[in-house]
């Protein structure tokens, strides 16, 4: 479908300003920390030049906390835009289909077990195993991809989840153990390292390609899903490439900072009066804001309350937790003035 010459230029400069502004939160995240850190001095430390501890910070601290920021942002805001257009839900995000809760899950064994403490890389690696074992039961569950299935098969699975974690954290004799349960279920970027960063990529990379691939697909669907069928969808192999997406990059994301919830709700409900209630459309502002919200709400965790001990979920919720009511809300009301 050809698009005006108007359409095109505003097309341009929003994805413009948004990969502007997904490099500036970069770079403020690099830059910006409770330590004090001149910007020349901490970018010459990036390269590896300068004192050793100004090298340590820049690189073991800051930059693989700013990449991370950046790479598990634009996974939320990815997958809540792709799940709104699967589910034609405007209150579906990557929690719904169990994946976060099942990856906590995983993680929360790790720590309860004692196998974090003994093996570092242990908490993500059973985090990615709980949020596999996720994709695969809901897709077990939903048969044959309807949007309704798939909906109760995810809050199934993830008050089981949720169940089973809160009775490791009742059972727990150990109330460091507990506490340590508690602050990585907040979901916190802190301490994380390049082996973090590798562990997480590939899963996220994979995650990113098949959502991205659905693009056409959610297009169609917005037509209804006997229509979208009639044109050639496979509703099958849709859900299929949703829910597996879904599970390897929002698996991979919570598998390295725990469970950071609301930005994949409101980041393509921003995104979409800018350009439009065509899902395919919305997905890669839907990334890009993503990556720019979390890496700039870690900024803030750092800088304005660095001895406070915040966690980035809470941050989030703070934020999306007003939005996700004025939306449930406005709803209501809609639904009401229709009948």
């Known amino acids: 479908m050809k698009i005006s010459a108007r359409t095109f230029a505003l097309y341009t400069a929003l994805y413009t300003a948004l990969i502007l502004g997904l490099i500036l939160a970069f770079f403020t995240s690099v830059v910006l920390g409770p330590a004090s850190i001149d910007v020349r001095e901490g970018l010459m430390g990036l390269v590896g030049v300068g004192p050793e501890p100004v090298v340590v910070v820049m690189q073991e601290i800051r930059l693989p906390r700013a990449i ?9 805001g990815l997958s809540g835009a792709v799940l709104q257009g699967y589910l034609r839900n405007p209150l579906a995000e990557p929690g719904l289909v169990g994946v976060s809760a099942s990856a906590s899950l995983g993680a929360v064994i790790a720590i309860y077990s004692g196998l974090a403490t ?41 008050s089981i989840a949720s169940a089973l974690t809160s009775l490791a954290l009742n059972m727990s004799s150990n109330p460091f153990a507990a506490m340590e349960i508690v602050f990585w279920m907040l ?31 959610l297009d169609l669907l917005t037509l209804g899903e006997d229509t ?46 800018l350009v439009g209630n065509q899902p395919s459309k919305l997905l890669f502002p839907s990334a890009l804001a993503g990556g720019i919200l979390l890496s700039l709400a870690d900024v803030g965790v750092r800088v304005i309350t660095p001895d406070s001990n915040l966690k980035l979920g809470v941050v989030t919720a703070l934020i999306g937790a007003p939005f996700f009511l004025w ?13």
């Open 68 to 76: 991370l920021g950046v790479l598990i942002g634009m996974t939320l």
């Open 327 to 339: 939306l449930v809300l406005s709803t209501g009301r809609r639904e009401l003035q229709w009948r």
């Open 118 to 158: 003994l093996f570092p890389m242990a908490l993500p690696l059973l985090a990615l195993a709980g949020a596999a074992v996720s994709g695969v039961l809901v897709q077990m569950l939903s048969g044959k991809g309807q949007a309704l299935t798939l909906i109760l098969a995810g809050v199934a699975i993830s």
């Open 187 to 217: 979901g916190s970027l802190e301490d994380r390292s390049m082996e973090h960063i590798k562990l997480a990529v590939p899963f996220m990379v994979v995650g990113w390609l098949m959502l991205a691939s659905v693009g056409k697909d």
């Open 228 to 273: 979208a069928v009639s044109m050639g969808v496979n509703m099958k192999r849709l859900s299929f490439t949703v829910i597996t997406g879904v599970a390897a990059s929002v698996g991979a994301a919570t598998a390295v900072a725990g469970a950071i919830g609301f930005v994949g709700l409101f980041v393509p409900h921003v995104m979409r009066p």
